[in-house]
């Protein structure tokens, strides 16, 4: 079975700097994928960034940058250049495949306040 | 494109009515998936559907039941509501793409509550 952990359940970071947010998990597969999605106070969930297992480069988006450590087995979220706009709920996800499906297994989430 | 779209946006209802949750997306997605979220949980997974008229369980079937006659259209209904399925719950779809790749577009969401 796929576990994701993700230990902070806060996080504070200054406008303009940049933040990790943590994300480790626990699989028996050799190829998954690995997801971010961004959840703020409105509800919707907005897809982020994605890893596959099998990508040598780290995932980039715009000021989204996915830190791929695969023996360590963790994909931390990098936010450069915080903006207020970023604070939210973020969740790390990763896909899997169970019976016929493409399942997502999600963290508890991390909540990302941005100060100004 | 409206995207994911949900129905009902909020409910409120007593303990042992029953009622039905309607998802529709226009995306054309095979793929369709129900989730619900509690506080510090993060999404769980109902129930799924890879295709018009076949569905599967999830992590937390119990107590939901589910059906897509129509490929845009995935149903959740509670039967016999009770206090502990008070959530948000969380309707999704995907295409199907090579397995890794399961980028899930979301509906905004219905809040149930169960009194």
């Not at chain 1, 796929?2 to 597969?29: H, N, R, W």
């Not at chain 2, 054309?28 to 619900?36: C, G, K, L, P, S």
């Amino acid at each position: 079975a796929q576990k994701i952990t993700q230990t902070q359940p806060g996080m504070f970071v200054q406008e303009k700097e940049a933040v990790t947010l943590d994300c480790t998990y626990d699989t028996s597969d050799q190829s998954y994928g690995l997801f971010w999605y961004k959840q703020p106070s409105s509800g919707e969930m907005i897809f982020l960034i994605y890893q596959g297992s099998y990508d040598e480069q780290n995932a980039t988006e715009g000021r989204y940058s996915l830190n791929f450590q695969k023996a360590r087995k963790s994909a931390n979220l990098v936010i450069s250049a915080s903006q207020l706009g970023d604070s939210a709920m973020y969740f790390c996800a990763m896909s899997s495949l169970s019976g016929s499906a493409r399942q997502l297994t999600f963290g508890s989430g991390t909540q990302l306040t941005v100060l100004p | 494109n409206a995207g994911v779209t949900q129905t009902p946006k909020f409910r409120v209802l007593k303990t042992g009515q029953s009622m039905t949750l309607l998802c529709a997306q226009d995306m054309n997605h095979e793929y369709m998936y129900w989730y619900r979220q509690d506080p510090g949980m993060g999404l769980r997974l109902i129930h799924y559907s890879v295709g018009e008229g076949t569905t599967a369980k999830g992590e937390v079937p119990d107590g939901y039941n589910v059906s897509r006659l129509k490929k845009q259209n995935f149903l959740l209904g509670l039967e016999s509501a009770a206090p502990s399925q008070t959530s948000v719950y969380f309707c999704a779809s995907s295409y199907s793409l090579g397995w890794l790749y399961n980028e899930q577009f979301f509906g905004p969401g219905t809040r149930l509550t169960v009194l």
